[in-house]
């Protein structure tokens, strides 16, 4: 697992080539590598041995409900912010199988799974998902509730993060402090400009990965080149939230007529909390395989939207859209800070872009006020 700590870290660079180079050295080491790939029209994750699978050139054009790939013809890979899908599947897939049953001579063998995995490096993630993995991890590590699973795929997990330059239409990490810059966390950190990449040094793993690749000390220039583009990042993003009193806001206005004004356009489909690199919603399925002595079950992603998620001995907690929407918005902003420390949310603005809708919740939020603002 990668370390977090208030260091400055050490400032590289490489040149373009230098990306195959690191690619390559992860293969080397045994790591399946991972990172953006243009497919079916938008930006998805998948296996990368060879920098000409990433999205060279392309951006994203995105609003509530609308997106779209648009061919820059720049010369670079990182520019365009990813799609629906996202890293948390390497992490938390969508369906695991938790155990197994087998019918033998008149009795049942039990299977577990084996927790152990393969070494993964992910490749081009973005500080907003930095943010969402370590979000993941207070979830699934937490004592005394840590997934074996989950722990022995994040020990063999290595992150190369990208600083975001370029952020999209639907973007507000700038307003949570979970981008455009990842500041710990990381095992490398890049920073793409027009001749070369930014490394910074986040672990031991990523420091041998700078020295087998041949990373030599930053120029002023390309530090300076490094700055001026986060600046601009921060200051164009496409989105803005007011985080501030944001829970006490959001769980102070339960009964608020907001709510069914939002009803009125929400679908109930789940696609927000589907695409969002922070929930961690999930059923238990059983499978059985009849005739054949065969049974399992499985773990599979859910959301707070499926009228059964909530459901108990006489019925579900939350009957209407309205009930199943305010729970998602005000767990994730609101009381998630109790459970977890920090908000629920990380800005990548996802939700945004991919509601049918057209939902945007960082205008739903401005809707609420504290009664000492009012």
Request: charged share 25%; aromatic share 24%.
């Given at each position: 697992m990668t370390s977090g700590g208030s260091r400055q870290p050490t400032v590289l660079a490489i040149p373009r080539d230098g990306l195959q180079k690191l690619i390559q050295a992860l293969r080397d080491e045994g790591y399946e590598t991972?990172?953006?790939?243009?497919?079916h029209g938008a930006v998805a994750t998948g296996p990368v041995d060879n920098v000409d699978q990433l999205p060279l050139g392309w951006l994203s054009e995105q609003d509530g409900g609308s997106y779209r790939l648009v061919e820059a013809g720049h010369e670079r890979f990182?520019?365009?912010?990813?799609?629906?899908?996202?890293?948390?599947?390497?992490?938390?897939?969508p369906r695991q199988a938790l155990f197994g049953l087998t019918a033998q001579n008149g009795t049942w063998r039990a299977e577990v799974p084996n927790p152990e995995a393969s070494k993964r490096a992910l490749i081009g993630v973005r500080p907003c998902e930095l943010a969402a993995i370590q979000m993941q991890d207070r979830i699934f590590l937490r004592p005394p509730y840590g997934d074996p699973a989950y722990q022995a795929r994040r020990e063999n997990l290595l992150l190369v993060v990208v600083n975001c330059l370029h952020p999209g239409d639907t973007c507000f990490c700038a307003s949570l402090g979970t981008g455009p810059k990842a500041e710990a966390g990381y095992d490398l950190c890049l920073t793409e400009l027009d001749e070369s990449f930014l490394v910074e040094i986040g672990s031991p793993k990523g420091a041998a990965l700078a020295s087998a690749i041949g990373a030599q000390p930053a120029s002023d220039e390309g530090r300076r080149a490094a700055e001026d583009g986060l600046a601009y990042a921060r200051d164009h993003m496409g989105r803005q939230l007011d985080a501030k009193d944001l829970p006490q806001r959001m769980l102070s206005n339960l009964e608020h007529p907001h709510w069914d004004e939002v009803a009125k356009r929400c679908l109930g489909c789940g696609s927000c909390a589907l695409v969002c690199p922070t929930c961690f919603c999930w059923e238990a399925e059983e499978n059985l395989v009849v005739g054949e002595g065969q049974q399992g079950r499985v773990r599979v992603w859910d959301t707070c939207f499926n009228p059964n998620h909530s459901y108990h001995a006489g019925g579900g907690t939350r009957q209407t859209v309205r009930a199943?929407?305010?729970?998602?918005?005000?767990?994730k902003l609101g009381s998630w800070v109790q459970q977890f420390g920090a908000l629920g949310c990380v800005g990548c603005g996802r939700c945004i872009t991919w509601c049918p809708a057209g939902i945007d919740l960082t205008l739903d939020t401005k809707a609420f006020q504290l009664e000492s603002d009012q």
């Open positions: 991972f990172g953006p790939l243009v497919r990182f520019d365009v912010t990813p799609g629906a899908d996202g890293w948390k599947r390497y992490l938390f897939p199943r929407y305010r729970q998602w918005l005000t767990h």
